[in-house]
């Protein structure tokens, strides 16, 4: 284990050099999206302060390192100029290479079925999409799409794109799950597939 | 402003503006620009008949807008003198006013700008600050939604004497607004903008907030802060007082103003920092807290007046804490939000002191200088030989160095700052420091490096800051290589390249050549002529090919201790990393091209005396018997 400070870390990461720079006036998070409409924990200046006060377990775990999108909102609105998108993807960078995994459920490729067109490492936003050639039960060594989680933001891009639906989000944002919400809004009396 | 007036002894000259500053401390001659008003001062007795029949109505001023002037008017009620004024650019010349001011007859269009040349002693600035305008700042909807206003458009609608004599409305709808938020450092504290704090706004809300709680109790008043500063006598009392009367303090920095378009009512959404989560309030009118800025023409009248401005924009003091007050021009002093932004206790207590401190000079009949002033040796100045030369009156930041080819460049010794730049910029030697001689300077560097001088770290340290640094670096116990050997000049400027190479003849390890920070300069431009030749001196010594980091330049805070001694410990590296040998080898090598650039140096005049009478000392030194005598 080296001897550097948590704040080091992230501060040596591109973006994160004006981390200390916050003096929490919270503009960030009322600015932000995530937090209005999807998670009322989101809160990118805690972060930052978890960040600082060497709080990794705490940082690690929270919402705000998993959900950002990097929409940019905050970065115009900050008065001190932090590029916080930057520093929140420095921690989730730090907290993979510590092994911790993402709590969102990323995407997964079914394997038997892809054809590694490619088309979903085109429009992913995050490159966390690569071919590559790897042994598959029944199929053998041929590529196929890989999903790395870590960088995933489960946005949902690539499952719309593949065209042999064989990559996509499972659970609740399958192709089958959001079919069923359109069905349920167009007939609301209870309507089914 | 009416007692001042009416003081025998004070003229009061308003609509004037300062043109030209010459001359110096007890013998300025200013000119100003008395600017025609169209109404003659002797004449008019301010009954503003001529205002009611002008049938040109423009935005007032001094109202922020919100209410309408005349195009021949007066500033404001107490205006002094009371003198109506003719806008010009307004005027629809209907002669209207000179009907109504009848037998009077002050009005007269065929006056002129008057130029007028006054002997000044002492000047004192006031000029003031000017508002940060927040319609850049989208997000909170200024002039885009009605109710949100800045807080001095409040002030004017809770003047008695303001647009709706005191009665403080809802611009929308003209109703009492009930919900009320103030939002503060709009502007300021802010790296997009302006990254200062504006000092009186913490405490220029809460005032706000308190006397429209006073006026109605009913009213619901919150404050939206990053944080709250009130750190004089009395000013947290106040806040104390404040919140007991039920003002909301909220501290988040609201990221948005909302608008409801039928009500024009305003959403802020903010993170409350206490509660931990971001809250949306409803307010009938929002006022905004802008920051305290430069006024815009304050690089112009820096210009004028000869005095340097710090970071930010404002003008900049001789000395932060000492000198508050000074500017670096003798006889130029400042009061008021023009040096930095301040509340009233603040500007009046500095505005007495400028008085006072200007009346210092009033009733001096000579005035005390630094000793250090510059000197012209007029016979080796080659311009009283006729040659065209003028380098010295380039180099002076103060204009101090009276140059006319043909004579001898003399320097105005009251303008003289002693920074020295001529004295090391005159490439005929033809100029010196009193206290600051190359006699003076050339035989400290023999002494430093008398032993050894090839493990002898040479530093060159302006007297305000890299010295003040070496200091701090010192008293805070900051580790650094003891084989530095300092010498101290007032500024970079003075940093003569004879000092450099003669440093490098006598075999010096390395040399240190430091100074301000190009905007903390107390001879404001001083810095500049110093780096210039710092980056001259890089490049010779570049082509020499010495080896890099024996010659290095820095620029060094008094405040920076520890990258005085983090500079110095590198260049101690630099040494140790290179065998003595080598290193002895390339002084060797470099010597002659020292001695070529050196040629002049004997005819200096002292210079050849003074080197003899410290071979003398250094022998003595170097001589363990005679030194335990």
Redesign the interface.
């Known amino acids: 284990m080296n001897n550097t400070t948590f704040a080091e870390e992230v501060k040596a990461l591109p973006g994160g050099e004006s981390l200390e720079m916050c003096?929490?006036?919270?503009?960030?998070?009322?600015?932000c999206m995530v937090?209005?409409k999807q998670e009322?924990e989101y809160?990118p200046?805690?972060l930052l302060r978890l960040v600082m006060m060497e709080m990794r377990a705490e940082a690690y775990t929270n919402p705000t390192t998993w959900l950002c999108s990097a929409c940019d909102l905050c970065y115009?609105?900050c008065?001190?100029?932090i590029h916080i998108s930057s520093v929140i993807t420095a921690v989730k960078q730090i907290a993979s290479q510590n092994g911790i995994k993402t709590p969102l459920a990323t995407s997964v490729v079914n394997q038997q079925t892809c054809v590694a067109c490619g088309l979903c490492v085109e429009v992913c936003p995050y490159d966390a999409i690569s071919l590559q050639v790897i042994k598959v039960p029944y199929r053998g060594a041929v590529p196929v799409a890989v999903v790395e989680s870590s960088l995933c933001m489960a946005c949902g891009l690539c499952g719309a794109a593949c065209r042999s639906n064989s990559i996509g989000i499972p659970e609740e944002y399958s192709d089958l799950d959001v079919i069923e919400d359109i069905w349920s809004w167009l007939r609301p009396e209870g309507a089914s597939l | 402003m009416v007692d001042a007036a009416r003081q025998p002894l004070i003229e009061v000259k308003t609509y004037t503006e300062v043109e030209k500053v010459e001359g110096f401390v007890g013998n300025f001659k200013v000119t100003l620009r008395e600017k025609s008003k169209y109404v003659r001062a002797d004449r008019c007795n301010g009954c503003g008949d001529c205002a009611k029949v002008c049938p040109v109505e423009i935005p007032n001023y001094f109202e922020m807008n919100l209410a309408p002037r005349k195009a021949i008017y007066i500033p404001m009620s107490q205006s002094v003198p009371l003198i109506y004024t003719v806008d010009l650019d307004a005027c629809i010349h209907c002669y209207k006013c000179v009907e109504a001011c009848g037998a009077l007859q002050a009005i007269d269009f065929s006056m002129q700008d008057k130029i007028v040349e006054e002997d000044i002693g002492a000047i004192v600035v006031a000029t003031g600050f000017s508002h940060f305008d927040p319609t850049p700042m989208e997000e909170y909807g200024y002039n885009r939604y009605p109710n949100v206003i800045t807080a001095i458009e409040m002030e004017r609608l809770n003047n008695s004497a303001g647009p709706t004599s005191g009665r403080l409305i809802r611009p929308s709808d003209g109703k009492v607004p009930q919900k009320l938020a103030f939002i503060n450092c709009v502007g300021s504290r802010d790296k997009r903008f302006n990254p200062g704090c504006s000092n009186f706004c913490c405490m220029y809300s809460i005032k706000n907030a308190v006397l429209l709680k006073q006026m109605n109790p009913n009213v619901d008043i919150s404050i939206y802060y990053i944080d709250i500063r009130t750190p004089s006598k009395g000013y947290e009392e106040f806040y104390d007082r404040a919140r007991s009367m039920g003002i909301h303090f909220i501290q988040g920095r609201p990221a948005m103003i909302t608008e409801d378009p039928q009500t024009h009512n305003l959403f802020i959404q903010s993170e409350d920092i206490a509660l931990g989560r971001v809250v949306e309030h409803e307010y009938d009118m929002v006022m905004l807290n802008q920051a305290a800025i430069p006024q815009p023409d304050q690089e112009k009248m820096s210009s004028v007046l000869n005095v340097a401005r710090s970071p930010g924009g404002w003008y900049m003091e001789y000395h932060p804490k000492l000198r508050p007050l000074d500017s670096p021009t003798d006889g130029i002093f400042f009061a008021g939000a023009c040096q930095g932004p301040k509340d009233i206790p603040a500007s009046v207590a500095q505005g007495s002191a400028a008085a006072s401190r200007a009346s210092r000079v009033l009733h001096s009949d000579s005035w005390q200088i630094e000793p250090t002033v510059a000197v012209v040796w007029s016979d080796r100045c080659v311009s009283a030989q006729g040659k065209p030369c003028g380098i010295c009156e380039r180099s002076c930041p103060y204009g101090a160095i009276d140059y006319q080819q043909g004579r001898a460049a003399e320097v105005i010794t009251a303008k003289c700052h002693g920074c020295g730049g001529c004295v090391a910029e005159c490439p005929h030697d033809a100029i010196t420091q009193l206290h600051y001689t190359d006699a003076q300077i050339l035989a400290q560097i023999r002494t430093l490096l008398a032993e050894e001088p090839h493990k002898k770290i040479l530093a060159f340290r302006c007297h305000w800051c890299s010295y003040g640094g070496a200091d701090l670096a010192g008293t805070s116990h900051f580790e650094y290589t003891s084989n530095e050997r300092g010498l101290k000049v007032m500024c970079s400027a003075r940093m003569d390249t004879d000092f450099i190479y003669e440093a490098y003849r006598l075999g010096a390890g390395a040399v240190l050549y430091s100074g301000c920070h190009p905007q903390d300069c107390h001879y404001i431009t001083g810095q500049v002529v110093g780096a210039k030749r710092a980056k001259r001196l890089e490049t010779i010594f570049e082509r020499m090919k010495m080896t890099p980091g024996r010659f290095r330049v820095e620029w060094i805070s008094a405040a920076e201790g520890d990258k005085y001694a983090h500079v110095l410990n590198e260049m101690q590296a630099t040494l140790d990393a290179m065998p003595e040998e080598e290193l002895l080898a390339e002084i060797d090598r470099l010597r002659p091209e020292m001695e070529k650039r050196l040629g002049r140096l004997g005819t200096i005049p002292g210079v050849g005396p003074a080197l003899d009478y410290t071979q003398g000392i250094i022998e003595a030194m170097l001589s363990k018997e005679v030194a335990v005598k």
């Open positions: 003096y929490s006036c919270g503009t960030c998070t009322s600015q937090q209005l009322p809160n200046r805690r115009p609105a008065p001190q100029q």
